[in-house]
């Protein structure tokens, strides 16, 4: 089993900046490639980025690319999402997600998650 906990979400004014980070336990956890996802009101969850399980390889959707950057730290056990440049669209509960695999951009293909953190962005 892998807990995870996700913090950092809160409310901000569009074109600010906020910062959430993934704390990891339970397993090795550089055995997982971890992913963050977010789910709108009324909407599916979608990827948002991904990173490989030593962080060399990295995933953004096209709708952050430039905005959001993932990150890890293995000594750690966290892995961080920074967003910047924030939109009224982006706001969303924020998920973590860790996969025993590669990076992927389904939900179905990431076995843990965290309870989410609410992101708000005001217009």
């Known amino acids: 089993q892998v807990q995870l906990v996700e913090s950092g979400g809160g409310l901000v004014q569009a074109g600010g900046s906020l910062s959430l980070s993934c704390a990891a336990s339970g397993r090795t956890f550089s055995n997982y490639a971890m992913g963050w996802f977010r789910q709108a009101p009324g909407k599916e969850r979608e990827f948002v980025a991904g990173?490989?399980?030593?962080?060399?390889?990295?995933s953004h959707a096209d709708s952050v690319k430039g905005r959001f950057t993932i990150s890890r730290d293995n000594a750690k056990n966290t892995v961080a999402l920074q967003m910047n440049s924030l939109e009224p669209e982006d706001t969303a509960v924020y998920y973590c997600a860790a996969r025993a695999s590669y990076v992927g951009t389904l939900p179905s293909e990431y076995t843990y998650w965290g309870q989410g953190t609410q992101v708000t962005v005001s217009s």
């Open positions: 990173i490989s399980r030593y962080g060399g390889g990295t």
